[in-house]
Structures are given as structure tokens and as C-alpha cells.
């Protein structure tokens, strides 16, 4: 077994992949760019090497820097964790040349999975069920392809994967212009604008089956994994096993996950994902092969919890040399388990990454919890805007449910907007506990889940009773001092004024002191955060002498929403446009936003300029006709 390994990757999977190393006394290696010099994941490991300047992303794709860091340490081996540099055949044979052992697979069958649509026809060939479309190398004629196999359908990026260059399109109109924005997105991403075209599924589930293959033969699947609730095509919640999945499709969708790692000469952890029509349930005949994820997968906590498999350890052993020890038919589901993927965003703002300093983070202790960030750190527009992910275990789907649920209205956080409330919605929706999902639950439902909810009267409350006990803590016995109505026949009633996203809010102090579960925290800027049953609102203490009248929404100009890099501006002063024209493009962690006019209207001036690094808040474009 390795005496020291280094960690590719950083945050919540550097941690974790800490964690197994350290429970089996190996020692760790940690690499970390310029932004990254104060986190979690550098403070967690043995040793931790500086690998880049910014831009701070790019930093962990310097594989020459990463190599240099393993020689540098003595590290035997090196784990990608997921993302960066874990589908990197290139960086796989370096690691092999550098005499460095590679915690993956081997560069050939990282090749042969890479591009989706060589994937596919590989597949095809072996006789694994692909769906419907034009995976060639030809990127000429590909809408006439995609008329070929009938609207709507998806382009997709055949490097990479997360939903990065996959844009859905339902009308011949509107391809052109989704073919850019993908293979923008995806050259971007992945360093290759190539993509496919396959036909969309009405109702689609995602099937994911997680398969293990040693270097003496071995292959295995460890069952399979629903990943259907996603937003943006990224995933947000996970569950082992599949709901509704029988037996006997169990049986032949593993045989099929066995066989696609067989087909490349896979070995380690790999995921062989599923797309499925589920019209009618899950059945053989109505699911197809996507793609395989030649890496470990964010949502693999699940099949460890209802399979008791540690799968960073078989990975290890597996990398050393070591065979499998269980046969197929010792894995077996025990109970069911569901993950949820903590973010730093807004869902009731088309969930726009949120970036900000966590000044108050307090995550459940009664469940497993994979986090990367501590409390005070402060999460950039650099990197995937995950906080955490949460993962219940229980005896029944049901139980799994209720108790993560429960375990996220402990949940508190402060000093940016995350998706905890409405991932504790999504629990508990109706559709969602009796099973009927797919991969457009969320957009369905997304006025239920992801509300403008105001702070309840409560929250209210428990502020301004902080605020005035703060304003007696602050003063003497005077009662000219004192900030709490004092008069001779004893305190008065006081109300205070609160501006909650930009409208009034005047509540009474209670009298006398009251508890209502509610935390309390000034933030930095001085707002004050109510954090209630897993909520945090935002309250601002209205003041009189500096307050200006609440607004409503200016259409006069267009801000940025978040911190980020302008990748296109597609307009210029005194050019007219419609509501909902595209304006500038926007690119933060590692997603296209495209910024839209809010109104008919003309261009005064543009602000943004291609290339630059702009700061949430940002004026981008000023439109005529109003005041500035």
C-alpha cells in the first residue's frame, strides 16, 4: 500500500479522500492555487504544496506544476477526485512516465469514454442500447442531423460532462444559436467545442450504475443510483437505490454497466450512466446507454452508505495492485439513502451562483456530512459554488427523507444565499416522496420549491428584540441613554422598521423578553440574518436619517448578478432591442449566464467590456429614456 499520496483536486472531495487515506495511515499531499491558500483542504492534509497564481481556476489543470509537487514530496500516487484533471488520458500517461501511480483508470479507457459520441458507437457495437442520435465527428451539418431525428433534442459537449455545453432545443429556429452557446460553453470547459445531437426524452429519468474493475479481471457494479432532480442539467439530489427499480431490471442494467467497463479495459471506480423513459416504469427496453464517467462521482457517498463500502478505499487498493475481495454476489442494498448537493446560489433568482464570506456556517451533526468549507471562509466565483453535501441514511425511502429533511432545518448559514430551504422543500414534496421523478421535476415545480418567501413574523420579531437588547447592552443606567423607550410609567411599546428586499416591514418588540427559535446574527455589513427551520432571511434595520425610499426594480440599467468574466457583449450604444434580447454573456463558476434586456427598449451606453473580471453589481448596459 502507498505511504503518501497527493490530492489533485481541492475542496469537499480533497477532504474526503483525506479522510479514508488518513483511516488507513497513509499520508497526504495537498495542492492549492492562490485562492485557495487559507482553505479547508490545505489546512486538512500533511503537507500542502502552492501549485498556481491566478487565474486561480486553472491552476489545478497545471498538470506539470501538480507532477512536480508529487516528485517534490515523495508521493507515490496521485487521486484526481472528480473534475479538473480526473479524465485526462494526457495526464494519466504523465503520471505513468513520472513513475507515479494514477487513481483512475488507464489512459486507454479514459480515451475511449471521453468523447460521448466515439462512446456511444463503441457501445453500440457491444451491444449496449445508445439513444437515438448523430454522434459523429462531422459538425457541419448538424442541425440538418437534428431535423433528421425530430425535435425537440439535446446538443451536448462530447468532452466533460456537470451539463456544461448541453442546451436543450425544440425548435429548428432556436438551434443555431443554442449549437453556439454550447460549443462556446464547452471549448471553454473542456478545451473542445465538438458536440453531439441526440433525441430529447419526454419524461427522462437518470439511471446511473457505479462499477468497480481490478487489474486481475474483476469487474463488479455496486448497484445503481437515481441522480433525476437536476437544474441547469446539474444534479442536486441523489438516491440509492433507483425508486421503482425491480429486480430483474436491476440485474440486466448491471449486466450492461459490466459489460461497457469490460468493452475499454476499465479498471477502478467508474460510473455508466442511463437515460430512461419513465412513461411507463423502468424497463429494459425504454433505457439507453449516455455516457460513463471514467472518475469517482459526486453523489458516490450514496452507494457507500447502502452498500457499507468505503469506494475511496477499493480505489486505493485497487490502484495498488490489490483484487476485489467481494463477488457480485455479495453486494446487496441495504436500506436506502439520499444526498442532497449544498450550494452557494439563489433558486428563486434562476439559481445564480451566490459568492460571500460564510460568517455563520453550522451544518447537522446526526447525518454524514462531506463539506470543504469552514465557517469564515469565503466562497469566490473561482470554483463550483458547492458548500456541502448531506447524505441521510435510513431503513426505507421514507425514513431516509424524513430524516434528512429534518436534519437540514438545523442547518444555518449566513453571508450569502444558498438552497437549503428549498432543498428541504424538495424532500418534502408530494411528487418527490411518492417517486414520481424526473429530470423536469424541478422546473415543474420550481414556484413551490423556490418561492419569494418572506421572513415570518417571528424572524421579524427575534430581530428586533437582538437589536434592543444590543441597544441596552450598549449603554449605562442613564435613561438618556438608554434605547429602549424608557419613560417614568415604565418602557413603552417600540416598533422598529425593517426593509426586506425592498419593501417595509415594521414590527413590535416583545414584551416581555421572548424565545423563538430563531438565530440572530449582525453580519459584517450590518444587516442582521434571521435563521429559522433551515431559512436565513435578510434583514436591513430601516434608518430614517440615512435610508433613502425603498425601490422598486430599475429597468433603466442592467447589473451583474455575481462576480465573473465577460465572455461576449452582443450589443452597442444606440441599438435598439426587444425584452428579453441577450445583452452580455457572462461566465461564472464555470457556467454561461446570458443577461437579457428587461424591457423594449434603446442602448444608451455598454459598460462591459469583453474579457474583463467584473464585480457583482456591476452597471453592464444603460438603456435611453429613463434617469441614470
Known sequence: MFQKILIANRGEIACRIMRTARAMGIGTVAVYSDADAESAHAAAADEAVRIGPPPARESYLRADAILEAARATGAEAIHPGYGFLSENADFAEACAAAGIVFIGPPPGAIRAMGLKGDAKALMD??????????????????????????????????????????????????????????????????GSDRVLVEKYVARPRHIEVQVFADRHGNVLHLLERDCSLQRRHQKVVEEAPAPGMTAETRKWIGAIAVTAAR???????????????????????????????????????????ITGIDLVEWQLRVAAGEALFKRQSDIRPRGHAVEVRLYAED???????????????????????DAGVRE???????????????????????????????????????????????????????????????????????????????????????????????????????????????RLAGASRQTMDFVVDGKYRSVTIPLPSTEFGVHILKLTNGDLAAMHKGETFVLHLHDPLHDMEAEGDRTDRVLAPMPGKIIQVQVQAGQSVRRGDPLVILEAMKMEHTLSAPRDTTVESVDAVLGDQIAEGAVLVRFAGEAA
Open 263 to 305: 468493452t475499454v479495459g476499465y479498471v477502478g471506480a467508474g460510473t455508466v450512466e442511463f437515460i430512461a423513459d419513465a412513461s411507463q416504469g423502468l424497463c429494459p427496453d425504454r433505457i439507453w446507454f449516455m455516457e460513463m464517467n471514467t472518475r469517482l462521482q459526486v453523489e458516490h457517498p450514496v452507494t457507500e452508505a
Open 125 to 190: 457495437k457491444a451491444g449496449v442500447p445508445v439513444v437515438p442520435g448523430y454522434h459523429g465527428a462531422d459538425q457541419i451539418g448538424l442541425k440538418s442531423e437534428a431535423a433528421k431525428i425530430g425535435y425537440p433534442v439535446l446538443i451536448k459537449a462530447v468532452a466533460g460532462g456537470g451539463g456544461k455545453g448541453m442546451r436543450r432545443v425544440d425548435v429548428a429556429e432556436d438551434f443555431e444559436a443554442a449549437l453556439e452557446s454550447a460549443q462556446r460553453e464547452a471549448r471553454g470547459a473542456f
Open 347 to 369: 433558486p428563486a433568482n434562476g439559481f445564480l451562483p451566490s459568492t460571500g464570506t460564510l460568517e455563520r456556517l453550522a451544518l447537522p451533526s446526526e447525518v454524514r456530512v
Open 376 to 486: 469564515g471562509d469565503v466562497v469566490t466565483a473561482f470554483y463550483d459554488p458547492m458548500i456541502a453535501k448531506v447524505i441521510a441514511h435510513g431503513e426505507t425511502r421514507e425514513g431516509a427523507m424524513a430524516k434528512l429533511g429534518e436534519a437540514l432545518s438545523k442547518v444555518e448559514i449566513a453571508g450569502l444565499r444558498t438552497n437549503n430551504a428549498f432543498l428541504i422543500r424538495t424532500l418534502r414534496h408530494p411528487d418527490f416522496v411518492a417517486g414520481d421523478i424526473d429530470t423536469g421535476f424541478i422546473t415543474r415545480h420550481l414556484e413551490e420549491l423556490a418561492p419569494q418567501t418572506p421572513p415570518p413574523d417571528e424572524a421579524l420579531a427575534a430581530a428586533a428584540q437582538s437589536v434592543a437588547k444590543g441597544n441596552l447592552a450598549d449603554t449605562d443606567d442613564d435613561p438618556w441613554s438608554r434605547g429602549d423607550s424608557f
